[in-house]
């Protein structure tokens, strides 16, 4: 395993309830990132966190709300999700610095939005 | 766009053959990597090729990397079924935050 965990694996939810993903590393790492993996396409990074500082936001709709309270953590805060929101996510963790940027993921959450 | 293309997007083989796939990305980088994804898993990173490297071997896998035609090949030899999975290509610079992943190939080994 890669020393990065997801919760829950899987989620149902509707439209409107709220829900949380959480990711934990535990590789030391300084550096945790959301990517939303959607069937045939890319994918897609949705937030950075270095430091615990959020140094990227790539465009992400308000109804997905990241939190990093520690550099072992990270949630994101799910409310009044579409169907198209649908899609795998993954966590990931690096050392930022190191000049590789090798990532290592966590399993995922599959989010079924009804 | 860093975004890197994947070619084939599916590929089908059977057991003891070679698989080749092929990265194409737009802009410098630093180092170019693979991951591989069984299906509904998160990545594993594979190989990390730097940008002043031509090849690289780590076990079955050999990474060819042609900076002047902003390619890339991952080669895994003698395969198996359990090679079976989606291979992505990932390019990092320094100017970005993150790395940029292309859209994958899809490996099917017939045992």
């Known amino acids: 395993e890669t020393g990065v965990t997801q919760t829950p694996r899987h989620l149902v939810m509707g439209m409107t309830n709220k829900k949380s993903l959480k990711c934990e590393q535990h590789?030391?790492?300084?550096?945790m990132y959301w990517y939303k993996q959607s069937a045939k396409k890319p994918l897609e990074l949705m937030f950075v966190?270095?430091?615990?500082?959020?140094?990227e936001n790539n465009s992400v709709p308000s109804r997905f709300s990241p939190e990093c309270p520690n550099s072992s953590h990270l949630f994101l805060h799910l409310h009044t999700l579409q169907p198209e929101d649908s899609a795998l996510y993954l966590c990931?963790?690096?050392?930022?610095?190191?000049?590789?940027?090798?990532?290592?993921f966590g399993p995922g959450t599959r989010l079924l939005v009804l | 766009s860093q975004q890197g293309e994947e070619d084939p997007q599916a590929l089908s083989i059977q057991e003891g053959e070679n698989a080749t796939m092929n990265c194409s990305y737009k802009?410098?980088?630093?180092?170019l990597q693979w991951y591989r994804q069984n299906s509904g898993r998160g990545l594993v990173h594979l190989i990390l090729?730097?940008?002043?490297?031509r090849e690289k071997h780590s076990g079955r896998l050999r990474v060819t990397l042609d900076t002047s035609k902003k390619s890339s090949s991952l080669l895994i030899t003698a395969s198996r079924a359990a090679d079976t999975a989606s291979y992505f290509c990932?390019?990092?610079?320094?100017?970005?935050?993150?790395?940029?992943f292309g859209s994958g190939t899809r490996l099917q080994v017939q045992p």
């Open positions: 990931a963790s690096s050392q930022r610095g190191a000049g590789q940027e090798t990532q290592y």
């Open positions: 590789l030391g790492h300084n550096a």
């Open positions: 966190y270095s430091l615990e500082e959020r140094v």
């Open positions: 802009t410098s980088i630093n180092n």
């Open positions: 090729i730097r940008s002043n490297e």
């Open positions: 990932a390019t990092f610079y320094t100017g970005r935050r993150a790395l940029t």
